[in-house]
């Protein structure tokens, strides 16, 4: 079993930053495809960012490729999601997820979320 715990969600204006973290427990998430995903408001659970299982590297979409930045702190069982210069379309619930495989929208493991709100 794996448990993962979101924090570092906020209010922040346009053009701000915010980083948040994945704190996770249970069995390690080495060679796990560890995903950051974000709902929002109205709109279909979105995938932000994958780490693959197979090696490692880490796959970016589009929207937000050059202003966040995933990292991983192996000592502190915890992944973070580094978020710069915020828009606010970059509002919603952020989860972060892990799966043996890959990053998909039914991955096993699931945090609670933490709320990203980007408003002037």
């Known amino acids: 079993q794996v448990q993962l715990e979101e924090s570092g969600g906020g209010l922040v204006q346009p053009g701000g930053s915010l980083r948040l973290a994945c704190a996770h427990s249970?069995?390690?998430?080495?060679?796990?495809?560890i995903g950051w995903w974000r709902q929002a408001p109205g709109k279909e659970r979105e995938g932000i960012s994958c780490?693959?299982?197979?090696?490692?590297?880490?796959y970016y979409v589009e929207s937000v490729k050059g202003r966040f930045t995933v990292s991983r702190d192996p000592a502190k069982n915890t992944i973070y999601l580094e978020m710069n210069d915020l828009k606010p379309e970059d509002t919603g619930i952020y989860y972060c997820?892990?799966?043996?495989?890959?990053?998909?929208?039914?991955?096993?493991?699931w945090g609670q979320g933490t709320q990203v709100t980007v408003s002037a």
């Open positions: 780490i693959k299982s197979e090696d490692g590297s880490i």
């Open positions: 997820a892990a799966d043996p495989h890959v990053c998909y929208k039914k991955m096993i493991y």
């Open positions: 249970g069995r390690s998430l080495d060679h796990y495809a």
